[in-house]
Nanobody, 127 residues
Framework: QVQLVESGGGLVQAGGSLRLACAAS????????MGWFRQAPGKEREFVAAISWSGGSTYSADSVKGRFTISRDNAKNTMYLQMNSLKPEDTAVYYC????????????????????WGQGTQVTVSS
């Protein structure tokens, strides 16, 4: 089992940057595929980016490609989301998610594929 805690959210102007972190407890963090999702007020929770447990495979939603970068440091039990060129439409609560996997190259993009979720961190981008 793993517990997830997000941090790094805040208020930033359009065009600015933020780096979110997702700290995980548990001895086998390196065997968990991870992902970032976000939920804006009145909208469904949507996929942002995913990463395999090895870190060698990543995938991002079209809406954030070229602006957001997902990464992880298994030695620190932490996953990151570097967000650059932020836009007002990026405003949302950002959640990290995890699930145990056997393969180092697998990642998931659907909400229902993930078992564990953090509490979320608010990101607000002003215009």
């Amino acid at each position: 089992q793993v517990q997830l805690v997000e941090s790094g959210g805040g208020l930033v102007q359009a065009g600015g940057s933020l780096r979110l972190a997702c700290a995980a407890s548990g001895r086998t963090f390196s065997r968990y595929a991870m992902g970032w999702f976000r939920q804006a007020p009145g909208k469904e929770r949507e996929f942002v980016a995913a990463i395999s447990w090895s870190g060698g495979s990543t995938y991002s939603a079209d809406s954030v490609k070229g602006r957001f970068t997902i990464s992880r440091d298994n030695a620190k039990n932490t996953m990151y989301l570097q967000m650059n060129s932020l836009k007002p439409e990026d405003t949302a609560v950002y959640y990290c998610a995890a699930r145990y996997v056997d393969s180092g190259s697998v990642y998931y993009t659907k909400r229902y594929d993930y078992i564990y979720w953090g509490q979320g961190t608010q990101v607000t981008v002003s215009s």
